[in-house]
């Protein structure tokens, strides 16, 4: 037998087979209909089926609604409402009583420092003390003189500076003492450092027997403490939409932490330089924190834009979720269907969905998907 011969037996038997399998399937005796079959057309977004009745259509809507710009950012503290706790007295620390991340109150003691400076300003305090008295007995003196002609007018004239000038200098002297921490009556070499405000302490820069003082640590600041009842949300925004946003403006915050939590904030300022790699600019949003917002944390920040734009609207149940994607159905011609990828906004009355892109208003789709839904998914 010739080649040729073989070859068209070959296409003989598998007719027979084609053909037999073609009887088995459509034979009447089934007792069964065949089923609504909904085929792929060789292109991953084009679905045809063999009855188009059963997948009506729906005209999307045409509304008009502001823009919503998402952007990403992190927390900060508010600068203004961080305070530095500063120890004005050189010396070494003998205690510390708070650490880094503590909430502190205000008021609270933080560290006590030894310090020589406190020897040095009760020392000037003491000899103040003595100078004002001496200098009040001669001013007094003089003033009982002055009425008999004993002194003359210039006498009297000294003493009574010479008494101003020791009260002046008993006063700088007991100052002294109070920058310090130091009370006159009770003096000690230790210095009590407390907290000047309430909050939680985001920086610590002593640790036990280090040096405290700008003379001797190199910084006066011993901690930072940062009232972090309301923060920054600091965020990226591209240039192309800055003209969407303003000063004042409010934002709606949602943390990666806690999906669920939405918090308001205000647009502080608008950064008047851009990142020369990325053109964005620096925006700055105050936050009220409601005990959940941490300095670092990720967050996404969702502004409306001043402008109101029109967008297509059409049925949720018009809308397939896919692989992490959102896809609507548009008629492609004959029985076939084109599937297009769209981005959702908002959830709008009477069960529609807002779409920003990938439809346009008077388009129409199917307006229910779940029919094409679990062979799309076998695909």
Same mark, same amino acid.
């Given at each position: 037998m010739t080649s040729k011969s073989i070859l068209i037996c070959a296409g003989c038997v598998a007719a027979c087979v084609s053909l037999s399998a073609c009887k088995r399937g459509f034979n009447p005796s089934d007792g069964a209909a065949p089923s609504q079959q909904v085929i792929e057309a060789g292109n991953e977004n084009l679905v045809s089926v063999d009855k188009l009745?059963?997948?009506?259509?729906?005209?999307?809507?045409?509304?008009?609604?502001?823009?919503?710009?998402?952007?990403?950012?992190? /927390?900060?503290? !508010?600068v203004s409402r961080e305070i530095p706790v500063i120890s004005l007295a050189n010396g070494r620390v003998v205690d510390i009583k708070a650490q880094l991340d503590d909430y502190v109150k205000k008021g609270q003691l933080l560290i006590k420092v030894q310090s020589p400076d406190v020897a040095g300003a009760f020392d000037i305090?003491?000899?103040? /003390?003595?100078?004002?008295?001496?200098?009040?007995?001669?001013?007094?003196?003089?003033?009982?003189?002055?009425?008999?002609?004993?002194?003359?007018?210039?006498?009297?004239?000294?003493?009574?500076?010479?008494?101003?000038?020791?009260?002046?200098?008993?006063?700088?002297?007991?100052?002294?003492l109070k920058t310090l921490g130091v009370d006159k009556n009770h003096p000690s070499s230790v210095v009590n450092v407390y907290a000047p405000i309430s909050g939680v302490i985001v920086a610590q820069n002593v640790t036990q027997a280090a040096a405290a003082g700008v003379n001797l640590s190199g910084s006066a600041t011993a901690f930072t403490i940062?009232?972090?009842? @309301?923060?920054?949300?600091?965020?990226?925004?591209?240039?192309?939409?800055?003209?969407?946003?303003?000063?004042?403006?409010?934002?709606?915050?949602?943390? !990666?932490?806690?999906?669920?939590?939405?918090?308001?904030?205000?647009?502080? !300022?608008?950064?008047?330089?851009?990142?020369?790699?990325?053109?964005?600019?620096?925006?700055?949003?105050?936050?009220?924190?409601?005990?959940?917002?941490?300095?670092?944390?990720? /967050? @996404?920040? @969702?502004? @409306?834009s001043k402008t109101k734009n029109t967008f297509a609207a059409i049925p949720s149940s018009a809308i397939l979720h896919l692989h992490d994607h959102d896809w609507a159905f548009v008629p492609a011609g004959g029985n076939d269907f084109r599937r297009v990828e769209v981005t959702v906004g908002d959830i709008l009355p009477g069960n529609k969905q807002q779409i920003l892109s990938g439809i346009a208003p008077g388009q129409q789709v199917v307006a229910n998907v779940l029919a094409l839904e679990e062979t799309l998914e076998a695909q």
């Open positions: 009745d059963q997948y009506p259509l729906v005209a999307a809507d045409k509304i008009e609604a502001a823009t919503q710009l998402n952007v990403t950012g992190s /927390v900060f503290p !508010d305090y003491l000899k103040a /003390v003595n100078d004002e008295r001496m200098n009040n007995l001669a001013y007094v003196r003089a003033q009982d003189l002055y009425p008999h002609g004993a002194i003359s007018q210039s006498a009297l004239e000294q003493a009574e500076d010479a008494e101003k000038d020791a009260q002046a200098d008993l006063t700088a002297a007991e100052e002294q940062a009232d972090l009842s @309301t923060v920054w949300v600091i965020c990226d925004v591209y240039e192309n939409d800055i003209p969407e946003i303003q000063l004042g403006q409010m934002a709606k915050i949602r943390l !990666d932490a806690y999906p669920g939590e939405v918090l308001t904030g205000r647009i502080s !300022d608008i950064g008047p330089v851009l990142d020369p790699s990325i053109r964005t600019a620096k925006v700055r949003i105050e936050v009220a924190n409601p005990g959940i917002l941490r300095l670092g944390m990720f /967050v @996404t920040a @969702t502004f @409306t």
